[in-house]
């Protein structure tokens, strides 16, 4: 499965220039947050049905990864939320290499279980929580 189509890059310029030096330097740059890893996950748009690319926290553990829809603790799930929960089959690039995989979002223990990984691997995501109402949404990608 590839995603097919007109790259738009995000309005965010931090997320585009990231997306656009991680992908340059073929995920050997732009691949880290304050010296934690940073990963790019490329999936379709919700309402543009173009393709979008964004940079997110690396949550991986035993070569499963996971994706936080932090968006900092805003009050609203990121816009790349619904592209997941629209269009679930996406690429995730981990430094050099880029996988295809589908997107499922979590409840209950096995979101605990995947959030605990994530603060492990992110702090800012507990911190993150306690600023909003809204349960941050832990998506799993599982291989194709
Ligand atoms: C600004 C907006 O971005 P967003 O999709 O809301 O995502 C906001 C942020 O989550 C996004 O910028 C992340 O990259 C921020 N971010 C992280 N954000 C997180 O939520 N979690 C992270 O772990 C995370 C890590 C991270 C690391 C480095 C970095 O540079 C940024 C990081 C955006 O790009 N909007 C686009 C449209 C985006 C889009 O996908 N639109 C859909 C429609 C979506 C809908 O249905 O609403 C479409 O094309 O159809 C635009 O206005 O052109």
Same mark, same amino acid.
């Given at each position: 499965m590839s995603l097919q189509g007109e790259y738009q890059p995000s309005a965010m310029e931090m997320a585009r220039e990231q997306v656009a030096l991680f992908e340059s330097s073929n995920g050997t !740059? *732009?691949?880290l947050m304050r010296? +934690?890893?940073v990963i790019v996950l490329?999936? +379709?748009g919700n309402k543009s049905g173009t393709i979008r690319k964004t940079p997110l926290m690396r949550v991986e553990h035993e070569g499963q990864?996971? #994706?936080v829809a932090s968006l900092g603790g805003a009050p609203k799930h990121p816009e790349w939320y619904w592209n997941l929960k629209a269009h679930p089959e996406v690429q995730l690039q981990? *430094?050099?290499v880029r996988r295809d995989y589908v997107a499922r979002e979590l409840a209950g223990a096995e979101r605990e279980e995947w959030w605990e990984r994530a603060v492990a691997a992110w702090p800012d995501y507990a911190e993150y929580q306690t600023k909003t109402e809204r349960q941050i949404p832990v998506f #799993?990608? !599982?291989p194709v």
């Open positions: !740059e *732009g691949n010296g +934690r890893p490329t999936m +379709r990864y996971a #994706v981990d *430094g050099p #799993v990608l !599982e």
